[in-house]
């Protein structure tokens, strides 16, 4: 069983930044993309970033691209997601999922297997 915890959240000024972490417990972790979503009220979920297992390569929505960054530490069995220049329209419950596979994902929630419970983004204008 995969268990992931979403932190960092809360509320930020339009401009702030904000660094979400997803602690991940799963011996196999070092060997899973991740992906970060996102869920807005009345929205469906969307694709935020992802990062393959090395760590090496990322992909990120065109609506993030240049202002977040994915990263992960495999010894902490954590991924992050800095977000700079926030927008009022980030606000949104961020998710962090587990991928089937070691390859960077992309934008389809099917790739991924295990979800976190969220966390609260909001930006105020």
């Known amino acids: 069983q995969v268990q992931l915890v979403e932190s960092g959240g809360g509320l930020v000024q339009a401009g702030g930044s904000l660094r979400l972490s997803c602690a991940v417990s799963a011996r196999t972790f070092s060997s899973k993309a991740m992906g970060w979503f996102r869920q807005a009220p009345g929205q469906e979920r969307e694709f935020v970033a992802a990062?393959?297992?090395?760590?090496?390569?990322?992909n990120y929505a065109d609506s993030v691209r240049g202002r977040f960054t994915i990263s992960r530490d495999n010894a902490k069995n954590t991924v992050y997601l800095q977000m700079n220049s926030l927008k009022p329209e980030d606000t949104a419950v961020y998710y962090c999922a587990s991928r089937r596979s070691a390859g960077v994902g992309g934008p389809s929630p099917y790739e991924y297997d295990y979800w976190g419970q969220g966390t609260q983004v909001t930006v105020s204008s």
């Open positions: 990062i393959s297992w090395t760590g090496v390569n990322t």
